[in-house]
């Protein structure tokens, strides 16, 4: 069976420092990945999506990057964070029809 | 651009039935999803329309009228469980079907 790990479940960070978010898929091959924000209450914003290795789509212009080193393997990166990178993210693959979320990071910025 | 319109809030009472709309605009069309979401929780999937009319599972359906660029969930025999996010999503056609994006979320609230 398919499962999605996705850490740190929560994190501090103070401003300016660097971030790194790892997700992995396991049980299934050449998924589209996906890293998604939510603010408190809010809908999910596409950030980065991948259809493949070393393919990265970037919706929302911002200090934010992502990578895809391996085929299951998604990360989401910044040099330096910002208050406003405060949220909750998720991490998700898509094959077929169904996207599977993994249980997302709570990234507070302080 | 892509975008998708759902209400921010709907009360109903338990064992009632409550429709969550949903009308989206994409430059490509490829299917229109629902999902849930308890709070602080990862979103589920609940159901899937690539073609126009009713897909039933369980207490719960899901509309598609492509034509109207519409759908809804229909959540049937409220029970207080069901008091959570609700959030549309299409899959564009373009950029090889990989893009997923979401609708800002209906919160729905179950009363006794």
């Known amino acids: 069976s398919q499962t999605i790990h996705q850490w740190p479940a929560t994190l501090v960070q103070p401003v300016g420092s660097p971030l790194s978010l790892e997700c992995t898929v396991e049980g299934t091959s050449n998924p589209n990945l996906y890293w998604y924000r939510q603010a408190a209450g809010r809908g999910l914003q596409l950030l980065f999506y991948s259809v493949g290795i070393g393919q990265i789509s970037s919706e929302v212009p911002q200090n934010l990057s992502a990578s895809r080193p391996q085929d299951r393997q998604f990360i989401l990166s910044s040099k330096k964070l910002l208050l406003s990178d405060s949220g909750f993210y998720l991490c998700?693959?898509?094959?077929?029809?169904?996207?599977?979320f993994g249980q997302g990071t709570r990234l507070t910025v302080v | 651009g892509q975008s998708l319109e759902q209400p921010s809030e709907v009360t109903a009472v338990e064992g009632a039935i409550v429709q969550i709309n949903c009308t989206y605009q994409?430059?490509?069309?490829?299917?229109l999803s629902w999902y849930q979401q308890h709070d602080g929780g990862a979103p589920t999937f609940l159901s899937y329309n690539a073609l126009d009319g009713l897909e039933e599972t369980g207490r719960f359906s899901s509309f598609l009228s492509r034509s109207d660029s519409y759908g809804y969930l229909l959540l049937q025999e409220l029970q207080m469980k069901d008091s959570a996010s609700y959030f549309c999503?299409?899959?564009?056609?373009?950029?090889?079907?990989?893009?997923?994006?979401f609708g800002q979320g209906t919160e729905l609230s179950v009363k006794p």
């Open positions: 994409t430059s490509g069309f490829y299917g």
């Open positions: 999503a299409v899959r564009d056609a373009n950029n090889q079907g990989g893009k997923l994006i």
């Open positions: 998700a693959w898509k094959l077929g029809t169904e996207a599977f």
